[in-house]
């Protein structure tokens, strides 16, 4: 764990993921640091006051199931600044659509996929207005899901984004629902560890 680096991990998953993309999401999901609260509970017989835990924020290609990137930020953080992060990190990427939930509905997550040159696959508050504001791809979006919302989640291909959910579960069925790691750094190569490892164990399909 001491000479891996998380820029070479990356590097590594590069290989195993496809650089053009028809439908990506993108999710996160919490993930314990400890496995102790279980044995507390069933020795003292008493429940575990505080549960501390790390969220995963993956992009996924829908299609594949191959995960594209990750990174882990701490419980209190929003999802809507990571996708800009991810992005960021994934400039080889060209993508047609990508897929998120309610969580990364902003003027700058719509800003930074329209960048991207992809079409927002995000539903917009039931309240929100139909002046821009800054994001004429929001706007679209507004219009779009007020006027017919099946219409516009057939052309986005939005039950589709189940499957970051799928995988959430997947790998933690196959890994552990919980870091083996203590020290920050390593948290982070081990997430990567099991990325390219789920990315291999999937490769076939």
Known sequence: MQHLQVGFLTRVNR??????IQLAGIDSSGIKTQQKGAWVQIRFQRPVQRRDFKKIHIFVDLESKKILYCIIT??????????K???KQCKWLKINIILGDGGYDSKECF??????GAIPGIPVRKN???RSRGSMSRKKAV????KDI???KEKVRY????IVEAIFSGTKRRFGEYLFCINERYRSVEMWLRTILWNVLIYPR
Not at 111 to 116: C, D
Not at 159 to 162: L, S, V
Request: hydrophobic fraction near 25%.
């Open 15 to 20: 290989w195993l993921t496809p650089s053009e």
């Open 74 to 83: 701490e419980r209190s953080s929003y999802d809507s600044p990571q996708l």
């Open 85 to 87: 992060r991810i992005l």
């Open 111 to 116: 800003n930074e996929i329209t960048k991207k």
């Open 128 to 130: 929100a207005t139909t």
């Open 143 to 146: 219009l779009e899901q007020k």
């Open 150 to 152: 099946k219409k516009w």
């Open 159 to 162: 039950t589709m984004r189940c």
